[in-house]
């Protein structure tokens, strides 16, 4: 079956610094992914979408430039939080959509900005 | 290190049927167990759990959960078409306010 690994799956930085939350598909190609993050009451918000090899589209309302997203192999696509402030703590998750597995989940990252 | 299964990873059934979806989990200082179902922009929140043994039903949906057993199990009853989506299971851990998804069981309904 499919598998998404995602690192790191805590971490605390200290504000004003960046952070990287990978996730990499192990065992199949990933055409798509996905990235989210949680807010209070368990929801989870899709951030932006991502196609391999070209720009992430972002939801409204997220910030490109804080949040910026690589997607540069079919295997491994990348969310790094620019300048984090505390208010950007929270659970993020990924996904990746492929045929025929359709979305498999990472397991997700803590952040916590000090 | 923490970690969440869910079992089957991909199940298929005819509209109906009733489907057993199962999650277990090994997590340290265990807070809570949550229940989502993935369609189409982003998860949406089914149920926490906290208390074993007591089952929180929402229409055809319920859900119960072992502690003891660590595991958790999401019935729906009567599937329909509209059933058919991605179901995970989340775990919080207590401790350091953690949180864990599993992979997700992809749930096909067939009318």
């Known amino acids: 079956g499919a598998v998404v690994s995602q690192h790191p799956s805590r971490v605390i930085c200290k504000s004003g610094t960046s952070v990287k939350i990978e996730c990499r598909s192990l065992?199949?190609?990933?055409?798509?992914m996905f990235w989210y993050r949680q807010f209070p009451k368990q929801s989870l918000m899709l951030m932006a979408t991502s196609n391999e090899g070209s720009k992430a589209t972002y939801e409204q309302g997220v910030e490109k430039d804080k949040f910026l997203i690589n997607h540069a192999s079919l295997t491994l696509s990348t969310l790094t939080v620019t300048s984090a402030h505390p208010e950007d703590s929270s659970f993020y998750i990924c996904s990746a959509f492929t045929a025929p597995y359709g979305y498999t989940f990472g397991s997700g990252t803590r952040l916590t900005v000090v | 290190e923490d970690k969440v299964v869910q079992s089957p990873l991909s199940l298929v059934v005819h509209e109906g049927d009733t489907v057993t979806l199962n999650c277990s989990y090994e997590?340290?200082?265990?807070?809570?167990l949550l229940w989502y179902k993935q369609e189409k922009k982003a998860p949406t929140f089914l149920f926490m759990l906290?208390?074993?043994?007591i089952e929180k039903k929402s229409g055809r949906l319920s859900s119960i959960l072992d502690k003891k057993e660590l595991f958790s199990i999401l019935n729906i009853t009567a599937t329909q078409t509209g059933d058919s989506a991605i179901y995970l299971c989340a775990v919080e851990s207590r401790m350091v306010n953690d949180m864990r998804f599993g992979a997700g069981t992809r749930l096909t309904v067939k009318p």
């Open positions: 906290t208390s074993s043994g």
């Open positions: 997590v340290t200082n265990f807070r809570s």
């Open positions: 065992d199949f190609q990933a055409t798509t």
